[in-house]
């Protein structure tokens, strides 16, 4: 049976994630250091929560996950 409610979670986390990365890219072509190591601290933070709450998923498949872009994310 699917929890609804933590899957839909779980995107989200990931949807965050990835407009983080697409953040970084942007601080990092405004050539803005600090925000870049802050936005990077911050996506780490969400991905250790995924990964703590789906333990089941290996870094590999959080990385495709991750890299797996829809529109600017």
């Not at 989200?12 to 870049?36: F, N």
Request: net charge negative.
């Amino acid at each position: 049976m699917i929890d609804f409610e933590s899957h839909e979670r779980h995107c989200e986390i990931l949807a965050l994630v990835k407009m983080m990365q697409y953040a970084g890219q942007i601080a990092s072509g405004l050539d803005t250091p600090q925000a870049v190591f802050l936005i990077k601290e911050a996506q780490d933070a969400l991905l250790s929560v995924l990964k703590t709450e789906r333990a089941a998923l290996s870094n590999a498949h959080l990385g495709g996950l991750v890299s797996d872009t829809h529109g600017h994310c």
